[in-house]
């Protein structure tokens, strides 16, 4: 089957917000005095918002009021961050292999857990760079759940199976997979499920030899 679509992960595979979404849990966990590390926040890349106050708070009991209360403070130190964003702070490479994706008539859509998705995308000016743009508030269930690469790929008009998705968590690789879509593992965190690891992002890489790679291991696979 022809690979037809690329769809992205916005946070760590287009822009480094992972690292503004790391502050923003911080700034809240310290405020709460909840011990929080980089370490931990690498295990909420990918992971809804609702999910990471979950697991920041390890257990920890707090009303429902609260936790709304956390959520809206998390967020509004987040969006004091992304209001920064830049066209610059695009990821090395994803202009280049953007352009490349249209060139071979590849599709190509954002997928993300974000419910921020939109802002961020306007900030870097790519809104128009895609053809589709999932972001949280799409799909009711979450990644691991497949469902938000399924609604992308239906916006598209392409099957999963003919559809390559790029993330930079486990949690969007398995979701990726439980959706049938091929998968590449983007940068240095863990994603030790996806068909192929690009450890150093999309800098130098062509749509081509993704296409190739892909396509090889699929006939392999048979
Ligand atoms: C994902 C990030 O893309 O979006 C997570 O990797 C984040 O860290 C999730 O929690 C939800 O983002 P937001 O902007 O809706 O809080
Ligand atoms: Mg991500």
Redesign the pocket.
């Known amino acids: 089957m022809t690979i037809r679509a690329f769809i992205f992960?916005?946070?760590?595979v287009i822009t480094d917000?992972?690292e503004y979404?790391y502050r923003a849990w911080k700034r809240l966990a310290d405020a709460k005095n909840i011990p929080f590390t980089r370490e931990d926040n690498d295990a909420?890349?990918?992971?809804?918002?609702r999910e990471?106050l979950e697991r920041l708070l390890n257990g920890r009991e707090i009303s429902e009021p609260a936790a709304l209360e956390c959520l809206a403070q998390?967020?509004a130190y987040?969006l004091a961050y992304i209001n920064r964003l830049r066209p610059q702070d695009r990821l090395p490479g994803v202009t280049a292999f953007l352009h490349a994706a249209r060139r071979a008539e590849v599709k190509t859509a954002i997928a993300?857990?974000?419910?921020?998705?939109r802002l961020v995308l306007n900030r870097l000016e790519l809104t128009t760079h895609f053809d589709v743009i999932g972001d949280?508030n799409s799909v009711a269930k979450p990644k691991p759940a497949p469902d938000l690469f399924i609604w992308v790929a239906d916006a598209l008009q392409v099957s999963t199976a003919e559809s390559v998705v790029f993330e930079?968590?486990e949690a969007g690789i398995d979701a990726a997979k439980n959706a049938g879509c091929l998968t590449v593992g983007i940068g240095g965190a863990k994603v030790n499920h996806a068909d192929i690891h690009l450890k150093h992002g999309l800098k130098n890489v062509e749509p081509h030899s993704i296409l190739r790679r892909l396509e090889a291991l699929r006939s392999t696979r048979g």
Not at 9 to 12: E, P, Q, R, V
Not at 44 to 49: A, E, T
Not at 112 to 117: G, I, L, M
């Open positions: 992960d916005l946070d760590g917000t992972a979404h909420l890349r990918g992971v809804s918002r990471s998390k967020n987040y993300s857990a974000s419910k921020n998705a949280g930079d968590a």
